[in-house]
């Protein structure tokens, strides 16, 4: 089922007490590690920085991840609008 904006996922993230989080409409994990995981989402780049995070579940079919650890920040980031398509991805968004 596609939403307004054509894309098949629909973008939603539910977190309980900064410990688990579920991200929804995720098209792509692009890094991890215990500190930040950068995915890209239907609604631009999500960088979430913590402590001792991990991703405990991922369904690209689905567009889902769930997410453990310590969770201080999430950053949205949309490079798709950027118009610099010869940049790479981190050069984007770390502009």
Do not use: P, W
């Amino acid at each position: 089922m596609e939403n307004l904006n054509g894309s098949t996922h629909v973008h939603k993230m539910t977190m309980t007490n900064r410990r688990n989080c579920t991200v929804n409409g995720v098209n792509d994990v692009l890094s991890f590690d215990v500190n930040e995981i950068l995915l890209e989402t239907e609604q631009g780049m999500l960088m979430i920085k913590g402590d001792g995070l991990h991703v405990n579940r991922l369904t690209l079919e689905k567009g889902e991840v769930d997410i453990d650890g310590k969770i201080d920040s999430f950053t949205y980031s949309d490079v798709a609008g950027a118009g610099h398509k010869n940049e790479s991805l981190l050069a984007r968004l770390f502009r």
